[in-house]
């Protein structure tokens, strides 16, 4: 039986090319996943002070919640995380390198953040929501967001806009501020996000 040389060398070069690609591949997408790489554009920054500011920052559990958390979909959906966060890097990238990012208008990036932000971004951390046996009013709430009647579907972020990018002089450390109260539905349509 003669061994053939051609898928040998196939295999080689596949291992050669391919592992420098995918190795650079993962650090680009690890380099670029942390705030203080999404703060190193300058109309960025506001957003991250105000995130740093926030209690996705500064709890008594420790946790951080990263803007990728928030604005990106779960990772365990390979493929739409890579693609959303590709098409997130180059729109981000290209109107930074074309405007100088003087045009961008905070106001209303948070509007289409609001509106892009799924349930599923929130869930991802905030999983334990129906069972708040301090805070009946809550409990119920967030079940009417989980198991909506059809045509009452509401986002997180309908209720919870208060949180996150919000301008404060101060650290907003959760265990030394009174208990959270959402907006709530009613705030709505007084809300005003600047």
């Known amino acids: 039986m003669k061994l053939s040389w051609k898928p040998m060398l196939l295999v080689f070069v596949g291992i050669v090319v391919g592992f420098p690609v995918f190795s650079m591949t993962y650090y680009t997408m690890v380099r670029t996943s942390t705030p203080e790489?999404?703060?190193?554009?300058?109309?960025?920054?506001?957003?991250?002070?105000?995130?740093?500011?926030?209690t996705h920052v500064n709890n008594p559990q420790g946790l951080v919640a990263d803007c990728m958390d928030c604005h990106l979909p779960a990772p365990h959906d390979t493929f739409n995380f890579f693609f959303t966060k590709t098409m997130h890097g180059l729109?981000?990238?290209?109107?930074?390198?074309?405007?100088?990012?003087?045009?961008?208008?905070?106001?209303?990036?948070?509007?289409?953040?609001?509106?892009?932000?799924?349930?599923?971004?929130?869930?991802?951390c905030h999983r334990n929501l129906t069972s708040m046996p301090d805070n009946r009013g809550?409990?119920?709430?967030?079940?009417?967001?989980?198991?909506?009647?059809?045509?009452?579907?509401?986002?997180?972020?309908?209720?919870?806009?208060?949180?996150?990018?919000?301008?404060?002089?101060?650290?907003?450390?959760?265990?030394?501020?009174?208990?959270?109260?959402?907006?709530?539905?009613?705030?709505?349509?007084?809300?005003?996000?600047e």
């Open 91 to 124: 729109k981000d990238v290209s109107v930074h390198v074309l405007t100088g990012g003087d045009e961008y208008d905070r106001k209303a990036m948070r509007i289409q953040a609001y509106a892009t932000i799924k349930n599923d971004q929130c869930l991802k």
């Open 138 to 193: 809550a409990m119920l709430a967030h079940k009417t967001v989980l198991w909506p009647m059809p045509g009452m579907e509401k986002q997180c972020t309908d209720c919870h806009r208060n949180l996150v990018h919000m301008d404060r002089a101060v650290y907003g450390y959760k265990q030394y501020q009174p208990p959270y109260r959402a907006t709530g539905l009613a705030q709505l349509v007084k809300f005003d996000v």
């Open 37 to 54: 790489f999404c703060m190193s554009c300058h109309e960025i920054e506001p957003a991250y002070k105000a995130w740093k500011t926030s």
